[in-house]
Every structure is written in C-alpha cells, then in structure tokens.
C-alpha cells in the first residue's frame, strides 16, 4: 500500500495557522550555536595542543592569547572541526528519519477530519510497539520542481494509538502538527543531534534542553487552540507517561526528552492542561 501524503489545503488557512513560527528564534540559535561551537572546538584544541590543564588555567588568566598570532591555527581547527560536526549533525538526523521509515515498517493513517488539513506535505504513520509515543521530523527528498522539497513526518506508536480514544487521538496529531508548524522537526531535531555530538560543550546540552522544554508547551497550546480540548490532550500525555515511550531513534517524542526528565515535564505539562480547562474557556464537553 502506497504512503498517503497530506497536499496542502485548497481552502483559507485556520486562524490558528496565521501565529508566528518562531523561524527567526531557531535561526539566531543556528547561528549563535555555529559560533559558540566554533569558539568550543578552538579552546578544546588549544587547550590538547598546549598541555591540557595547564594550558586551560593559563589561558583563563589570559585569555587575550587566542587573539594573537599563534591562535590562528587553533582558529582554522576550529573552524573545520566546527563545520564538520554541523554536517555530521545534519545528515545524521536525514540518516536516522530515513532509517526508521526504512526499519519500522509504518503504515499509513488517515488524517483526523476535525483537524485542518496541514499547509505543507505531511505524512501520518504509525509502526509496530507496545510502548507509547509519537515523534515528528524533516526529511529531504527529491522534488520535480526543484533538487529538493522538505517532508514532515508524524510517527505514532500503535501502543499509543491502541490506548487513546478519539478525541486523545485528535489531541495528539494536533499536538503533533503543532511541533510541524513550529518547524521543530527541522530545526530543533536538528540542535539537539548537534548537542549530543559536541560532548564537551554543556553550554550547548543546556540549549537544547531549553528550547525542547519551551517548544513542548508551546505546541501544547497550539493542540488546544487547535481542538478545543485540553483534557483530552492531558489525557494523552498520562498515558504515554503510564505506559513509557518507545525509543527508536535519537528523536524527542511526545514525552519531550524521555526518562525521568521528561516523566516530570509530563506532569506539569498536565498540570497546566488541567489548569486551562479549569478556565472554563473551552466549553461542558472538556469537563470530564
């Protein structure tokens, strides 16, 4: 069977669709975490090269010393360990999209008809675990009208789906597309495959971890504004946290990071979900 392909809608987007994409926020990361990370490699090769601790303590009493002469090979190692590590980075999150597709198997799923159907290519598919998940991300792949288009990917465990009703199921894939919205399957997936791969710099885990943390919540409110239904949504992520998410990439899913980390972002998730309903801004059918 054939993988469906969401085309974009022939009808006026959702007013939901005119919020800002935060383009401009992952492309100042990109390119503060391009120039921290070339600053990263040039220290750690100054530092290897001159006699590592010793090296480290002098040049925290003089740092004016990477701005001499000498510093410029350290600089240009920098530089082209710097790039390296971004390629790295870039095609290990291509190689990883492609490998799942290509390992699990998926099959596709019809697109839930109480959800605008999204602006750009989106493929909804769901592969074989018995844990809960759902993960979201970018691939490129040859277009007729140009060398290359971006195609969004949402992957749905059939553990999670086999567990949520239907509107838990609406609440997720909203959630979902959210994440696709906000482009996070582009460049968020992107920053934290880069993170891992530069071990040595915590300043760039932290990042990361900060804007994983950030971006949950924020598609946790598209979902709602979306659907309308922030319990059924709360509801979702408690099971997935109940049941445990499935790993099978290097990929943040719908418990954000995983472990016990994202156990208790989960629940303040929820938290604020049950919060919201509470308002009573979304109307008799949310009260459960």
């Known amino acids: 069977m054939r993988?469906?392909?969401?085309?974009?809608?022939?009808?006026?987007?959702?007013?939901?669709?005119?919020?800002?994409?935060?383009?401009?926020?992952?492309?100042?990361?990109?390119?503060?975490?391009?120039?921290?990370?070339?600053?990263a490699?040039?220290?750690?090769?100054?530092?290897?090269?001159?006699?590592?601790?010793?090296a480290a303590v002098d040049l925290l009493r003089s740092p004016g010393q990477l701005f001499t002469g000498p510093a410029l090979l350290p600089w240009l190692c920098g530089a082209v360990g710097a790039f390296a590590v971004l390629l790295a980075a870039f095609l290990l999150t291509q190689a990883v999209?492609?490998?799942?597709?290509?390992l699990l198997e998926p099959?596709?799923?019809?697109?839930p008809a109480a959800l605008p159907v999204p602006e750009v290519p989106v493929r909804l598919l769901a592969f074989r675990s018995a844990a809960a998940d759902a993960f979201t991300f970018a691939l490129l792949v040859p277009s007729v009208r140009g060398p290359w288009r971006?195609?969004?990917?949402?992957?749905?465990?059939?553990?999670?789906?086999?567990?949520?009703?239907?509107?838990?199921?609406?609440?997720?894939?909203?959630?979902?597309?959210?994440?696709?919205?906000?482009?996070?399957?582009?460049?968020?997936?992107?920053?934290?495959?880069?993170a891992r791969l530069m071990r040595w710099d915590p300043i760039l885990a932290?990042?990361?971890?900060?804007?994983?943390r950030r971006e949950e919540f924020q598609a946790d409110a598209e979902a709602v504004a979306m659907t309308r239904r922030p319990r059924a949504l709360a509801r979702a992520i408690f099971k997935a946290a109940s049941l445990g998410p499935s790993r099978p990439g290097a990929l943040a899913g719908l418990l954000g990071p995983g472990g016990p980390r994202g156990r208790r972002q989960a629940f303040e998730r929820i938290r604020r979900l049950v919060e919201l309903a509470d308002t009573g801004a979304y109307g008799e059918e949310d009260v459960a």
């Open 206 to 212: 932290a990042v990361a971890s900060r804007l994983t």
């Open 41 to 54: 490699t040039t220290l750690v090769v100054w530092i290897l090269a001159r006699g590592g601790v010793t």
């Open 97 to 102: 999209g492609r490998g799942l597709l290509r």
């Open 150 to 194: 971006r195609e969004e990917v949402i992957l749905v465990s059939e553990g999670l789906l086999a567990g949520l009703s239907p509107d838990e199921w609406e609440a997720v894939v909203a959630h979902e597309l959210a994440h696709v919205r906000r482009l996070d399957g582009r460049y968020l997936t992107f920053l934290r495959t880069f």
């Open 107 to 111: 099959r596709p799923l019809s697109w």
């Open 3 to 39: 993988e469906a392909t969401f085309p974009a809608p022939r009808r006026p987007s959702p007013p939901w669709a005119d919020r800002a994409v935060p383009l401009g926020l992952y492309r100042f990361a990109v390119v503060v975490v391009a120039g921290w990370s070339l600053v």
